[in-house]
């Protein structure tokens, strides 16, 4: 739990405890959970953003670092069922029998589960879970990278990764992101895991974004690249607006997964 501040109503404590625990507090989730007004919610999330405790995102709001990801476990969970729906629509757009990248990330790894049934697929990836999930299905090539794993979620990355990335040019690059900077900017906070994902979008015909509501206006230290070297977003919840502008501007196609 988070030390008790002073200042803060048992609300705004239970708020805190929250995005302490899961790294974001969805506004409908503490609707549900406190059993008050959105407008309520909303009241008690500008005053602890104020107070620098969490940071407005999206949909809600999370700690405020820009230098730290929310652990592996609680990501598996966070927003699961928006990013089975974004794996569903990424799903339906790749043909079978196409050559695919795959990078690290949770919701990556939902895509990885709705492509399961897919026939042929060629799939390079630098995500061990990723690689377990499709090697289950025989009609499957499945070719990972080498290099460092990263014990906290089974991504490879390092110099081997790279060099490997870069021997390969397929169809389609399916990646995940940390944060969408208002600017556009896609934002991650491994500066060596960003380098193997700029590896992918470079070795691509077409690059697909897989991101939930919470990414976007979302912090991250290291810069991966702008928006516009993506073909499609595929998402939970429309933009805000400055990023809609620039999808629009760029000609860069908007799937949005519903609630069903």
């Known amino acids: 739990m988070t030390p008790s501040q002073p200042d803060l109503t048992p609300r705004q404590q239970q708020i805190m405890d929250l995005a302490q625990q899961q790294g974001f507090v969805a506004t409908e989730e503490m609707v549900r959970i406190l059993d008050v007004t959105p407008q309520t919610i909303r009241r008690d ?53 196409a050559s695919i990248f795959i990078n690290i990330g949770t919701t990556t790894e939902e895509v990885a589960k709705a492509l399961r049934d897919h026939q042929g697929l060629r799939v390079i990836t630098n995500n061990l879970h990723v690689a377990a999930l499709l090697s289950a299905n025989a009609d499957f090539e499945v070719t990972i990278a080498g290099g460092i794993v990263r014990p906290r979620d089974g991504g490879i990355i390092g110099e081997a990764t790279l060099d490997f990335i870069r021997q390969f040019k397929v169809d ?43 990414k976007f206006g979302r912090n991250a230290l290291v810069r991966v690249c702008p928006i516009e070297q993506i073909d499609a977003l595929f998402t939970d919840a429309p933009p805000p607006r400055e990023i809609a502008n620039l999808l629009a501007r760029e000609k860069i196609d908007l799937h949005v997964a519903s609630a069903l």
Do not use: M, W
């Open 172 to 214: 389609y690059g399916i990646i995940g992101i940390s944060g969408i900077d208002r600017d556009g900017s896609l934002l991650d906070f491994d500066y060596r895991e960003v380098k193997v994902a700029q590896a992918i979008i470079a070795n691509s015909r077409k690059v697909f974004l897989a991101a939930d509501h919470t």
């Open 45 to 97: 999330i500008n005053e602890l953003c104020s107070q620098g405790l969490l940071r407005r995102y999206h949909g809600g709001a999370g700690l405020a670092s820009s230098i730290e990801n929310v652990d592996y476990q609680v990501r598996q969970v966070l927003c699961l069922e928006e990013k089975k729906r974004i794996a569903a629509l990424v799903a339906d757009q790749i043909p079978d029998r």
